[in-house]
């Protein structure tokens, strides 16, 4: 049975930082696109990030750019999302997901989801 597993969210002061992993188990994600999605309140799912099978493509929600950076280790099957320069509008459910593709932008292409983890940006 497929797993990921979302950790490090929080609450954080505007302007910090904060870094989520997401451990998948289950299945070998290695050759697989991964990426970050958030959710707010009244809102729908939005594209955080993205990274493709083997690290050396990503692609950034508008909103983020410039902010986050996304990184995986697929020794440890496992990505991570670093966010900096946090605003109270980032403040959402970060969820983790996984594709069948070895790299997509597509929401609908990412099959695999975590459960998500709560970041709350204070102002």
């Known amino acids: 049975q497929v797993h990921l597993v979302e950790s490090g969210g929080g609450l954080v002061q505007a302007g910090g930082s904060l870094s989520l992993s997401c451990a998948a188990s289950?299945?070998?994600?290695?050759?697989?696109?991964m990426g970050w999605f958030r959710q707010s309140p009244g809102k729908g799912r939005e594209f955080v990030a993205v990274?493709?099978?083997?690290?050396?493509?990503?692609n950034y929600g508008d909103s983020v750019k410039g902010r986050v950076t996304i990184s995986r280790d697929n020794a440890k099957n496992t990505v991570y999302l670093r966010m900096g320069s946090l605003k109270p509008e980032d403040t959402a459910v970060y969820y983790c997901?996984?594709?069948?593709?070895?790299?997509?932008?597509?929401?609908?292409?990412?099959?695999?989801w975590g459960q998500g983890t709560q970041v709350t940006v204070s102002s």
């Open positions: 289950g299945r070998d994600f290695s050759n697989s696109a």
């Open positions: 997901a996984a594709s069948g593709l070895s790299y997509s932008v597509v929401m609908a292409e990412y099959g695999y």
């Open positions: 990274i493709n099978w083997n690290g050396r493509s990503t």
